[in-house]
């Protein structure tokens, strides 16, 4: 028997068949095959969605085979690849090549075309999510047949398609606008809660990008700004060596991962242990080509929702959320994310039409989730949510139709490529509908 299973350990699926295309061509063959047969047949990507978004029920197609970039255009400033490539990969050879994205997550383990399926996003900068910076992508459709989507070639394929959810075909080339490679200051500093809300519109308009961590059961934040410097690659001052396996690898990984074991035995200890580590964190400035500053191992495997909300009213959800927590008494060993996206044109995108604020809420492994994700969840939903189509959520296809302004434009641009739903799992038929 087969087996997939997502990377928190939340999803697990039995697909009768596995297959590894080598080309597209071989998907479109494994696409035919499966609506003949009546089968659904499901791209994964690493499993890194916290949702069962890419569990397959019968055919499930491997992405390894599926991988490299296959084109660059300077003049336009574009990078095409193979939708399997890893986001690690992509980072390295743009690199190389003296290229680099805008802006980007901060794990680089997914597929490309899991990524963006997803909404995989950053914070701040002109464009926050990976599907904001396409400029175009190639996908097999429920029948077979491939369609090619720009803004000007299938534009209404685009702009769904980007964030597709992988309910309109499966992705084989994604094509990114990139930029010159260049170097990325960061700036990391404790702060305390009343001042870090205080300043949080003066740290989103005065950095390209900022994002903040807040520890619960205290007053203690971290906030990190993000700057484009111009100056030479060859002087960048990364963290060293030492410090970076120190900070970055044993303190937030094996340090972290060991105080998460001993709150899951003992949650009356938390409280102390997030004080401790919010007065452990110091004050940190570095600089070094961007997907070095944006991404960061992970390690210690959690469990995460995530939802976008209005800018305006971002800050008093979390408020409200925190209000929440303490009253409840639950006790949370991983920091509240607190990240800000500009409006974007994706059909289903979580900051389509509007500025959003982020929140992201995580609890280890091993930790409960439902009654704190369940709790937060209605705050969000009420202050009008959309939740991160790859993290844990509950809402379905009657209620998410409320929040998003082109969702039946989404469901006819379905209809029209995957009739037959090839395509379909239990999450999207939760979230889609039939």
């Known amino acids: 028997m087969h087996t997939w299973q997502n990377w928190s350990g939340l999803e697990t699926a039995h697909p009768t068949e596995v297959i590894t295309p080598a080309t597209p061509d071989e998907v479109a063959v494994a696409v035919r095959r499966a609506a003949a047969?009546?089968?659904?047949?499901?791209?994964?990507?690493?499993?890194h969605s916290f949702t069962s978004i890419s569990a397959p029920e019968s055919v499930m197609l491997?992405?390894?085979g599926l991988s490299g970039i296959t084109a660059v255009d300077r003049a336009a400033m574009?990078?095409?690849a193979l939708a399997g490539t890893p986001l690690y990969v992509l980072n390295s050879e743009l690199a190389r090549m003296g290229l680099s994205?805008?802006?980007m997550g901060d794990i680089a383990e997914q597929t490309l075309a899991g990524a963006t399926s997803t909404g995989t996003h950053g914070t701040g900068g002109v464009k926050a999510s990976l599907s904001a910076q396409l400029a175009g992508l190639r996908l097999v459709t429920g029948d077979g047949s491939t369609v090619v989507a720009s803004r000007d070639e299938n534009p209404d394929v685009f702009a769904a398609a980007r964030i597709g959810l992988g309910a309109l075909g499966v992705i084989t080339h994604v094509t990114f606008e990139v930029e010159p490679l260049g170097v990325l200051e960061a700036h990391e500093q404790p702060m305390g809660w009343d001042e870090a809300l205080a300043r949080y519109d003066e740290f989103v308009s005065q950095n390209h990008h900022c994002d903040m961590y807040w520890f619960p059961h205290t007053d203690r934040m971290q906030v990190k700004t993000n700057n484009r410097l111009d100056v030479p690659i060859d002087e960048i001052d990364p963290v060293g060596r030492f410090r970076g396996w120190l900070d970055d690898d044993f303190l937030s990984n094996s340090v972290f991962g060991l105080v998460n074991r001993l709150g899951n035995r003992a949650p009356g200890?938390?409280?102390?242990?997030?004080?401790?580590?919010?007065?452990?964190?110091?004050?940190?400035?570095?600089s070094d080509i961007p997907h070095r500053v944006f991404t960061s191992p992970r390690r210690v495997v959690f469990k995460e929702m995530e939802y976008a909300v209005a800018r305006e009213v971002g800050l008093d959800v979390?408020?409200?959320a925190r209000q929440l927590i303490e009253r409840k008494g639950w006790r949370i060993g991983f920091p509240v994310e607190i990240r800000m996206t500009p409006a974007d044109d994706i059909t289903l995108g979580t900051s389509t039409g509007r500025d959003s604020i982020y929140l992201a809420f995580h609890v280890h492994?091993?930790?409960e989730h439902l009654d704190y994700f369940g709790g937060v969840e209605e705050i969000l939903k009420a202050a009008g949510g959309r939740p991160h189509w790859g993290k844990v959520h509950t809402r379905q296809a009657a209620d998410l139709a409320e929040v998003y302004p082109r969702f039946e434009e989404f469901l006819a641009l379905r209809d029209r490529l995957d009739p037959g739903r090839v395509f379909a799992n239990d999450y999207l038929r939760r979230v889609l509908g039939d």
Do not use: C, F, Q, W
Request: aromatic share 2%; hydrophobic share 30%.
């Open 101 to 103: 994205l805008h802006n």
């Open 62 to 64: 491997r992405p390894d």
């Open 78 to 80: 574009t990078v095409t």
């Open 37 to 47: 047969a009546g089968d659904r047949v499901k791209m994964v990507g690493t499993g």
């Open 318 to 320: 979390l408020r409200e």
């Open 365 to 367: 492994e091993h930790a």
């Open 269 to 286: 200890l938390i409280p102390r242990i997030n004080d401790l580590s919010g007065r452990l964190l110091s004050e940190r400035r570095y």
